[in-house]
């Protein structure tokens, strides 16, 4: 069974082997075989809470079973704006390709969306990252622009119409 929980510090070991997982990490970071250790992962944890506790970043932890598998989040969120980047990492080969990236993708989403009351997401992907192009064009995402290597993607809270009653005027 799939689950999220809110990402804690606990979750430093998984983000150690996930950022230094070459595959996983080929298409997110700059330079994907610098590696990443423990106390990094800690610093980085500081500024996580701070920016956590400001609202300005909020990530899971992606389970499978008592398993944590990956993560993701919104980060520089904007309340009067309205809008967020997002971003998945599912950090094992063995749990991608399988649907969990858009399960997880959905709950996000519809985190930012219902419970937050974002009004738009945005996120940078990758144009050799054939997998995680098609999960944002399944999830609804629109093309919005490039920079260099990446491709700019947007995705808009759907409008619920208001149901409109109107009365047609009687002819006679
Ligand atoms: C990108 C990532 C999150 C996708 O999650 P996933 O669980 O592997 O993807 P899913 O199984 O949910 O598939 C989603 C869609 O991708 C597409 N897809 C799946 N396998 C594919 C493949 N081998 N080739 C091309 N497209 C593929 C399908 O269109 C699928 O939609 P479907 O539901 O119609 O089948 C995951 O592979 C991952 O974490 N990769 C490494 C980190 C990364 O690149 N993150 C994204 C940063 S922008």
């Known amino acids: 069974m799939i689950t999220f929980k809110p990402h804690t510090r606990e979750d430093v070991p998984l983000r150690v082997r996930c950022l230094n997982d070459y595959q996983t990490v080929l298409?997110?970071?700059d330079?994907?075989?610098?590696p990443t250790t423990e106390e990094l992962q800690n610093k980085w944890?500081?500024?996580?809470?701070?920016?956590?506790?400001?609202g300005?970043?909020?990530?899971?932890?992606?389970?499978?079973?008592?398993?944590s598998i990956g993560f993701?989040?919104?980060?520089?969120?904007?309340?009067?704006?309205?809008?967020?980047?997002?971003?998945?990492?599912?950090c094992s080969?063995?749990?991608?390709?399988r649907g969990i990236g858009r399960l997880s993708m959905n709950y996000l989403i519809g985190y930012a969306f219902n419970d937050l009351g974002l009004r738009s997401l945005?996120?940078?992907?990758?144009?050799?990252?054939l997998i995680a192009i098609n999960l944002y064009n399944r999830l609804g995402f629109q093309e919005i622009g490039e920079d260099?290597?990446?491709?700019?993607?947007?995705?808009?809270?759907?409008?619920?119409?208001p149901v409109v009653s109107f009365m047609i005027p009687s002819l006679v």
Do not use: H
């Open 27 to 29: 298409y997110v970071l």
């Open 31 to 34: 330079q994907p075989s610098d």
């Open 45 to 54: 944890f500081d500024t996580y809470e701070e920016k956590f506790q400001n």
């Open 56 to 67: 300005i970043k909020k990530f899971f932890t992606i389970f499978s079973n008592d398993e």
């Open 72 to 90: 993701m989040g919104l980060s520089n969120m904007n309340r009067e704006i309205g809008n967020a980047s997002i971003f998945i990492l599912l």
């Open 93 to 97: 080969d063995e749990y991608r390709r």
């Open 122 to 129: 945005y996120l940078e992907v990758d144009k050799a990252n």
């Open 148 to 161: 260099g290597r990446f491709i700019l993607m947007t995705l808009s809270r759907p409008i619920s119409l």
